[in-house]
């Protein structure tokens, strides 16, 4: 009889070991992850507020605002080609969601990390990869009905570029306030970046805690 409970309380202790190590090795892949896409999101959050001023900076140069030409050529190219596909490493998750998200012990971070990859980041790659993406299709043929594309050859690959001719007539036309409006997207996705962002650090930092907690 002793014999068998020394036995099982072996094999309890291999099968809590394991469970450790899968955890902490899991933990280790998602903050890997975590700090790859935190640096992503702050590189391209300055870039996305670069676009949303060029908008706000068309939109009071059509209400009669005046500034050199040539800042009037940079708005008006960043917005004419400016563009994002966005994705997150959610190899990591995935691999964690197929075995049980129970295997993360602590609940506060499977929580965390839950609300993250189930909910936030998908919600952003959405409005992205989606709504952003459809906007920047009706962008495109605002700035080719009013100022003629141009193709050139450069390395063997055509490629069109904007001729930004007659700017003071585009700026009155309709096409113009259509063009402005394609940026309704942008202060949602701004916020939800800056939110996700928040929340990654705050995931990352508690996924250390539980890291050293499973190292002891």
């Known amino acids: 009889m002793i014999g068998i409970l020394i036995a099982l309380q072996i094999n309890n202790w291999n099968e809590d070991k394991k469970s450790r190590s899968y955890e902490l090795s899991m933990l280790v892949e998602l ?62 998750y995935e691999s964690l ?34 709504v952003l993406r459809a906007e920047l299709y009706n962008r495109s043929e605002y700035m080719d009905s009013m100022f003629s594309p141009k193709y050139i050859v450069d390395d063997n690959k055509i490629e069109s570029k904007l001729i930004l001719s007659n700017i003071p007539e585009a700026l009155k036309t309709k096409t113009m306030e259509k063009l402005i409006s394609t940026s309704w997207p942008l202060n949602g996705i701004l916020r939800q970046f800056t939110r996700m962002r928040d929340d990654m650090v705050k995931t990352k930092d508690r996924i250390k805690q539980d890291i050293n907690n499973l190292d002891d």
């Open 31 to 92: 903050n890997k992850a975590m700090t790859e896409d935190i640096e992503k999101l702050n590189s391209i959050i300055p870039y996305f507020k670069k676009v949303k001023n060029s908008y706000v900076e068309l939109t009071r140069v059509k209400n009669g605002k005046e500034i050199p030409q040539d800042s009037l050529y940079k708005v008006l190219g960043l917005v004419g080609r400016y563009g994002y596909v966005l994705t997150f490493n959610k190899g990591p």
């Open 97 to 130: 969601k197929s075995n049980g998200l129970d295997k993360i012990s602590d609940i506060e971070t499977r929580n965390r990390i839950s609300a993250l990859y189930g909910d936030e980041i998908p919600n952003a790659e959405l409005w992205v990869n989606e």
